[in-house]
């Protein structure tokens, strides 16, 4: 009997160690998801894979279907099955560019828990006509009140033409620290940087977006101001709808500078 109750107690003990170490496992994976997650961002439908008929999940495109497509899915992917692809087409005799903005349902695009320092992704562009640019641009913004106001921006202009995929890395600087960024937009469109419009036969495709890096700021992190700084008169002056003011301020190393302009009117 007491040789029983010692195996028993034996059984016990290694089967307490071994839960020991099976708790520090799942304690350490669940760790590394949660810090994945607030290091590497989901975008929505990142890799275009989901589709309803013949519009992206979660993103907003111009097409006006029969008539004007310029968004579709294509099979040429970097991964998975498909990618997004945006044409540059011919519409009542005019070119008309793709539009490919984040967040199906929300102007603000989509929501995020905090800000993230660059969008990553993959890229092809062609452009027959060697005057058109893919402009993409992700915009973070926070919530003030009653007020949505961007808090960090970044964009990328890509103008040489990209017959494979070309990875990108576009660098999102925060504007301000509060509000919080709250929400992302992610667009893609085409321009022309010599006549305003684009050529027709001009393509991109986009694959794989992430959303990646964070920033941990510290609440005393102070940004230098300037020591010394100059302010102009205004000219014309007065009753002129426009008018041109001049100032003068020192080197900053760090920062963003921000030039308020408070107007009073007297009557």
């Known amino acids: 009997m007491q040789e029983i109750v010692l195996l028993i107690t034996k059984t016990l003990t290694i089967l307490g160690v071994y839960m020991k170490y099976f708790a520090k496992l799942i304690f350490s994976l669940f760790s590394a998801i949660i810090f994945s997650s607030l290091i590497f ?34 099979t040429t992917a970097h991964s998975g099955s498909y990618s997004i692809r945006g044409d540059v087409v011919s ?8 539009s490919l903005n984040s967040g199906a349902g929300n102007s603000w695009g989509f929501p995020v828990a905090q800000h993230y320092n660059f969008l990553n992704g993959y890229y092809q562009f062609s452009d027959p006509g060697n005057s058109s640019i893919l402009f993409a641009s992700a915009t973070e913004y926070g919530v003030d009140g009653t007020d949505t106001i961007a808090v960090a921006v970044g964009y ?16 999102i600087l925060q504007l301000m620290q509060t509000p919080p960024a709250q929400y992302c937009q992610i667009t893609f469109t085409v321009l022309d940087t010599v006549s305003g419009l684009a050529t027709v036969g001009t393509y991109f495709l986009v694959d794989d977006l992430t959303l990646s890096g964070t920033t941990a700021i510290s609440a005393n ?29 020192d080197k900053i190393t760090i920062g963003i500078l921000y030039l308020k302009i408070i107007i009073h009117l007297k009557f």
């Open 156 to 171: 990328m202009v890509a103008g040489e033409t990209a017959p494979g995929f070309q990875p990108f890395a576009i660098e």
């Open 91 to 98: 519409y009542f005799g005019f070119p008309w560019v793709p």
């Open 41 to 74: 961002a989901q975008v929505p439908n990142s890799g275009f894979e989901n589709w309803t008929g013949s519009e992206p999940d979660q993103w907003m495109t111009n097409n006006s279907f029969p008539d004007l497509v310029t968004i579709s899915k294509s």
């Open 221 to 249: 992190e102070e940004i230098p101001a300037p020591r010394e700084f100059g302010l102009e008169q205004n000219y014309p002056n007065p009753f002129n709808p426009e008018t041109t003011i001049r100032y003068n301020i």
